[in-house]
């Protein structure tokens, strides 16, 4: 059994896409960041660095495993699945996953954080990072291009990571419509049943749910 501490975002996304399209048993702990749980101590001491997802694999004498790339490489090497055992299709795999890591999330994080939150509208910086998704979108829309999946004829994790974040795309303020062959692949993607479900997973917290201060963790 694994447990996932987990939210409503794109990289908890990545995860419950992965174990259910892995088929792994797990319990989905929702964390609630608007309370300000994954803050405290009991979570610090799983990531030092207060941000989900995290996995407890209880299969594994209790190994921890944050930041959602290696949670991704974790539960591949784990499983065997959806990361190719040859060396170069592998490292083909790594780089587009490491593309989503540092580009196609921080990018779109930006974005949503100065076209969405940010108290005033600068709009400079709104024009910067909107400029920037849309070129990493060409980028993939380049490479979907000539593959069916992102790392070539396989759908392997860096599709699940990538499309995790690129769905979101609405909340960042940017159009796909000038990017065909990026737009199937998210309709492709989105069509298998256990990318259906694993977005749906984590429950969105209740009102109710909210503790000042983030004094308890939420069970799903």
């Given amino acids: 059994m694994i447990d996932l501490y987990t939210a409503p975002t794109p990289n908890g996304h990545k995860i419950s896409i992965a174990l259910e399209e892995m088929g792994l048993e797990y319990h989905p ?13 009991e979570f610090l001491a799983m990531n030092p660095n207060g941000r ?49 890591m540092a580009s196609v999330g921080p990018m779109m994080g930006q974005a949503n954080v100065f076209f969405r939150y940010f108290p005033e509208k600068i709009q400079p910086a709104i024009d910067r990072y909107q400029h920037e998704v849309k070129r990493l979108f060409s980028v993939l829309n380049d490479q979907l291009s000539r593959h069916e999946y992102l790392a070539g004829d396989e759908y392997t994790i ?38 259906q479900r694993g977005i749906l997973i984590p429950e969105r917290p209740r009102a109710d749910d909210v503790v000042a201060g983030g004094k308890k963790m939420i069970m799903t």
Avoid at 77 to 94: A, C, H, I, N, W
């Fill in 29 to 41: 702990v929702l964390v609630n960041l608007g309370a300000g749980e994954q803050k405290q101590p």
């Fill in 52 to 100: 989900i997802p995290v996995i407890v694999d209880h299969d594994n004498e209790d190994f921890v495993v944050f930041e959602s790339g290696a949670i991704l490489i974790y539960l591949a090497e784990k499983t065997g699945m959806f990361y190719p055992e040859d060396p170069k299709k592998r490292s083909q795999v790594l780089q587009w996953l490491m593309f989503q």
């Fill in 158 to 195: 860096a599709d699940m990571a990538n499309w995790a974040w690129v769905r979101t795309y609405a909340w960042s303020g940017v159009a796909i419509d000038e990017f065909a062959c990026l737009t199937g692949w998210l309709e492709a993607i989105g069509a298998r049943p256990a990318v």
